[in-house]
């Protein structure tokens, strides 16, 4: 595979500051807190209104997807929640990292405003659901109750989007506790942590290839890659994703990097193979053929990964390997399987309804007993 600095150079005079793979990473912070607070608003709103036919589903763009392939933020609210013999109501999540002076809501998820009239019209079958982050506190406000205790302004750290600024004192009087989201914090906390933990191995990575990636961009320097070996084709990819460039037969490399992958791969290889295959695939469109092979390379995976967790919560793979960085290198990889899965259901899920390949419902689901993998990474 040729690289060609000239040509990058005229699409980016740098090195990319944050790449796809960083980008998901910061979009997937909300959806951690979302997918983990679904199940405890289910049971409030159970007990609340005393019906068990209650039902909360993720709802709108990222019911599958934890992020958006081309950028940005779905406008839909996170939940919809279904009663029997009623319609359908929808809620948005917002939460605080810390106590505030004034609490800020978005006036375009609030209300409606029609050309020529003054004033808002509150959004229908829609509340907010407002947390206090590693506190038991809760709040659910209704639009027409925001827009009545609400301080009009435009907000910096919403991009300077028009709000309505909720007062500290205002909302107090909405919270309420209940003791049982200290513990849904705690599972939110542990996973966010596990979530940054993993994408250091992106840093890691910059670093080891830093000093060759800049002299690509400053001296224009022309880079030939003979994909021969596994290491080649990372890097090769790996430069690729950071320079904003897509390799020609895209497909064709996609079912190359396949072959890489056998019963004697370390954690390391492990992490290489699937850090290519994401790259590749989200630059492409798969065939049914491509996509059945696709869907079987990561089932295949996915029970490999199993088989190397250690009863201390460490993952080990190759004794070469020290514990911290074999459990980083399989949960970076445990990370790119998920959303593999979760952005084949959706772009694909539709058009192949027999896809074998079952959903993600939370992140980091499928690692069992995961305070003891945070516990051994803590300790270590």
Not at 275 to 287: A, E, G, I, V, W
Request: contains cysteine.
């Amino acid at each position: 595979m040729k690289l060609d600095a000239k040509t990058t150079y005229a699409q980016s005079s740098d090195i990319k500051s944050r790449t796809y793979l960083e980008y998901r990473r910061d979009m997937k912070r909300k959806a951690i807190a979302e997918l983990e607070v679904r199940e405890w608003l289910e049971t409030l709103l159970r007990k609340t209104y005393n019906k068990k036919g209650i039902l909360v589903g993720k709802y709108g763009g990222d019911r599958f997807l934890w992020f958006l392939r081309g950028g940005g933020v779905t406008q839909e609210p996170d939940y919809v929640v279904k009663e029997l013999n009623s319609e359908d109501i929808f809620f948005e999540l917002q939460y605080a990292n810390e106590e505030m002076d004034y609490y800020d809501f978005k006036r375009s998820k609030v209300g409606t405003k029609k050309r020529n009239e003054k004033n808002r019209i509150p959004k229908e079958n829609l509340k907010f659901l407002y947390l206090i982050k590693s506190t038991p506190q809760y709040a659910i406000l209704s639009p027409e109750w925001i827009i009545k205790h609400g301080i009009e302004k435009v907000a910096a750290a919403w991009g300077s989007r028009e709000v309505y600024a909720i007062s500290n004192d205002n909302l107090k009087t909405q919270l309420k506790n209940d003791k049982a989201l200290e513990n849904i914090w705690s599972i939110i906390n542990t996973k966010n942590y596990i979530l940054d933990f993993q994408h250091q191995k992106i840093e890691n990575i910059k670093e080891e290839f830093s000093h060759l990636l800049q002299r690509v961009i400053d001296e224009e320097k022309i880079v030939q890659i003979l994909p021969r070996s596994l290491d080649s084709f990372f890097q090769g990819m790996f430069y690729s994703d950071n320079i904003n460039k897509i390799p020609k037969n895209i497909n064709m490399w996609l079912i190359y990097a396949l072959h890489f992958l056998d019963e004697k791969l370390t954690s390391h290889e492990l992490y290489q193979v699937l850090y290519c295959m994401d790259f590749l695939y989200s630059k492409t469109h798969l065939s049914k053929t491509e996509l059945h092979s696709f869907v079987s390379f990561i089932n295949s995976v996915k029970q490999k990964v199993k088989t190397f967790k250690r009863d201390d919560g460490a993952y080990q793979t190759n004794k070469n390997l020290s514990p911290i960085e074999d459990t980083r290198n399989i949960l970076f990889s445990i990370n790119l399987l998920e959303d593999l899965t979760q952005d084949i259901l959706f772009y694909y899920g539709n058009e192949y309804k027999e896809i074998d390949i079952k959903q993600s419902i939370k992140y980091l689901k499928s690692i069992d007993r995961i305070e003891e993998v945070y516990n051994f990474i803590k300790e270590s």
